[in-house]
C-alpha cells in the first residue's frame, strides 16, 4: 500500500489499542515499518530508538534472522496443532526449558497466547485447587493498587486501575487491593513519615495480612504480584517485602502469584525476577520476552504441589486455549532461550543495569523530575511540579503535558517510550536487552530536552 493509502486505512478500519482514535482523524497514525537492533523506522524511513522493547517485549531486538527462521522452519514442519489431549514436541521441550528455569518445584507450565490469559489461567487454577483439596470457600485474590494484570474479565478484575475498569463493571467479584510498593509516596501510602525502605517494606506486606484477615482467610485464595509493579511507574520491592509475604501466604495457606509477564526473561538480569528478589511463588505468570515477541505466547507456571490434585483421578482443568503453545511460538520461544545463553543477555544487563541507573539519575537535576526508580532494564521517572512538597498533576496539567505534549514530543525527538499517568505522572523505560551506554546517553539527552520544554509549558 502507499503512504497515502496506509494513512486512511489505518484510521478508517485498525482499531488501535488502549487509543483515542478521534486523535487521528486529522493526522496520519505513526506506522512503523521496520526493526533493526534497538532502533525501528516509520514508514517515511524516520528512525527511533525503541526505549520500550515495543512493549517490554523484544529483550533480543528487532531483525533477529535466526528467530525468524525458527518460525520459517517450524511453519513448515507443523504449523498447527492443539495441546487439547495431545503434545507436540516443540511445547514439550519449551516446557522443560521453563520448567529448569524456574525457581523452587515450579515444574508444570501452562501455555497461553498472552500475560492476560496467564493471569485469568492462575486465578482459574487458585479456585479450583482450593476446591479439590476440601477448601471450597477460597476464591478471593489479593492485589495491589495501580496494578495492571490484565483485560480479560477476570485479570481486569485483579487489576487495580479505575479508568481501565469503570466501562466494563460489574467484574468479577472477590478482588481486593492493598497498597503499592512506592516508597517514593511512603508518607502520604502509610500516614507515618520518615519510615526508612525497610519498615516500608515490612509495613506493605503487612497490609496483606491485614487484607486476609478482614476477608476471612477461608475465603482468600491467591496474593497476586508484580516483582517490579509495572503501573504507577516502576515500583521495587522495599527490603524484606517478598520475604515477609512469602511467611503471610504460608501461614494463612494463600497461594503467591508472581506476576512476571513484563518482568521476566532478562527485564531484571535473570530469567525469572523472583530469583532476583530471592522469594518463590507458588505461581509464576509470564509471556512478553519469552519469545523477544517474534510470536505471541505466555504461560502459567505451576509448582508440583499446587499440581498435584489436578494429576488424580478423574480430576482435570476444565480451561485452555486453541493457540496456547503453538507450535510456531514455542520453536520461536526456544531459539530466543537459546539466544539468550548464548549472548549471555541476563548478564549483559546485570553488568550494564547500574549504568543505567546512573545515566537516568542525571535528570534528576531538572525541576520537573521527582523520582528515577525501577531495576534492571526496567525504569520509570516520576514528574511532578513541585519537587520540594512532590506535589503532581492536576487532571487538566496532565492532560494537556502527557497526552497533549509529552508523548508526541518524545517521539518527535527519536524516542519511543511511554508517557503514563495511570497513578502518578511518569515517564516508562525499558529498552532492549542488547542496549548499553551509547544509547542509554541517546535515551538521557532526549528526555532531558523534551522534559525541559514540558516545564516552560507549565
Known amino acids: 500500500m502507499s503512504t497515502d493509502s496506509l494513512d486512511k486505512s489505518a484510521y478508517d478500519h485498525l482499531w488501535m489499542h488502549f487509543t483515542r482514535m478521534s486523535g487521528y482523524r486529522d493526522s496520519p497514525v505513526p506506522t512503523i515499518v521496520r526493526g533493526e537492533g534497538a532502533r525501528i523506522y516509520d514508514k517515511n524511513g524516520k528512525s527511533y530508538l525503541d526505549g520500550l522493547a515495543g512493549l517490554f517485549v523484544v529483550q533480543a531486538g528487532h531483525g533477529r534472522v535466526e528467530l525468524a527462521e525458527a518460525a520459517y522452519k517450524q511453519a513448515q514442519e507443523l504449523a498447527f496443532f492443539p495441546l487439547w489431549s495431545y503434545a507436540h514436541p516443540q511445547a514439550i521441550e519449551l516446557a522443560d526449558r521453563l520448567a529448569h528455569y524456574a525457581p523452587g518445584d515450579l515444574n508444570k507450565v501452562f501455555f497461553t497466547t498472552g500475560g492476560g490469559e496467564a493471569v485469568e489461567t492462575a486465578w482459574k487454577l487458585a479456585k479450583q485447587y482450593f476446591k479439590l483439596v476440601g477448601q471450597p470457600m477460597k476464591h478471593k485474590v489479593i492485589s495491589r493498587n495501580i496494578a495492571y494484570h490484565g483485560t480479560p474479565h477476570g485479570a481486569l478484575s485483579i487489576t487495580g486501575i479505575p479508568d481501565a475498569k469503570k466501562y466494563f463493571e460489574p467484574l468479577v467479584p472477590g478482588a481486593h487491593k492493598v497498597p503499592n510498593t512506592n516508597y517514593y509516596r511512603a508518607d502520604e501510602i502509610t500516614g507515618v513519615p520518615g519510615m526508612s525502605e525497610e519498615d516500608f517494606g515490612i509495613w506493605c506486606a503487612n497490609q496483606v495480612e491485614n487484607m486476609i484477615l478482614t476477608e476471612g482467610p477461608e475465603t482468600v485464595a491467591a496474593v497476586f504480584v508484580e516483582p517490579v509493579q509495572n503501573s504507577g511507574g516502576c515500583f521495587p520491592p522495599p527490603?524484606?517485602?517478598?520475604?515477609?509475604?512469602?511467611?503471610?501466604?504460608?501461614?494463612?495457606?494463600?497461594?503467591?502469584?508472581?506476576?512476571?509477564?513484563?518482568?521476566?526473561?532478562?527485564?531484571?538480569?535473570?530469567?525469572?525476577?523472583?530469583?532476583?528478589?530471592?522469594?518463590?511463588?507458588?505461581?509464576?505468570?509470564?509471556?512478553?520476552?519469552?519469545?523477544?515477541?517474534?510470536?505471541?505466547?505466555?504461560?502459567?507456571?505451576?509448582?508440583?504441589?499446587?499440581?498435584?490434585?489436578?494429576?488424580?483421578?478423574?480430576?482435570?482443568?476444565?480451561?485452555?486455549?486453541?493457540?496456547?503453545?503453538?507450535?510456531?511460538?514455542?520453536?520461536?520461544?526456544?531459539?530466543?532461550?537459546?539466544?539468550?545463553?548464548?549472548?549471555?543477555?541476563?548478564?549483559?544487563?546485570?553488568?550494564?543495569?547500574?549504568?543505567?541507573?546512573a545515566t537516568l539519575e542525571k535528570l534528576t537535576d531538572l525541576p520537573i523530575v521527582g523520582d528515577v526508580r525501577g531495576d534492571g532494564y526496567f525504569y520509570g521517572i516520576e514528574l511532578v511540579k513541585d519537587k520540594a512538597t512532590k506535589a503532581t498533576f492536576d487532571d487538566d496539567e496532565s492532560e494537556r503535558l502527557l497526552r497533549g505534549f509529552l508523548s508526541k514530543a518524545l517521539f518527535d525527538a527519536g524516542l519511543y517510550c511511554r508517557a503514563d499517568d495511570r497513578g502518578d505522572p511518569v515517564v516508562q523505560l525499558a529498552p532492549p536487552l542488547i542496549v548499553g551506554q551509547a544509547e542509554f546517553d541517546e535515551i538521557e539527552q532526549t528526555l532531558r530536552s523534551v522534559l525541559t520544554e514540558a516545564w516552560t509549558r507549565l
Do not use: W
Open 239 to 357: 527490603p524484606g517485602y517478598f520475604r515477609r509475604l512469602r511467611e503471610i501466604c504460608d501461614q494463612y495457606d494463600v497461594l503467591m502469584v508472581s506476576d512476571e509477564v513484563i518482568c521476566a526473561f532478562g527485564r531484571l538480569g535473570t530469567m525469572f525476577a523472583c530469583d532476583k528478589f530471592d522469594y518463590i511463588p507458588d505461581i509464576i505468570t509470564c509471556a512478553k520476552g519469552m519469545t523477544s515477541g517474534y510470536s505471541p505466547i505466555g504461560a502459567t507456571i505451576v509448582s508440583d504441589r499446587i499440581a498435584a490434585p489436578f494429576y488424580e483421578g478423574t480430576n482435570y482443568f476444565p480451561h485452555g486455549y486453541t493457540f496456547g503453545g503453538h507450535p510456531v511460538s514455542s520453536a520461536v520461544a526456544v531459539a530466543n532461550l537459546d539466544l539468550f545463553e548464548r549472548e549471555g543477555l541476563n548478564q549483559h544487563v546485570l553488568d550494564n543495569e547500574g549504568a543505567f541507573r
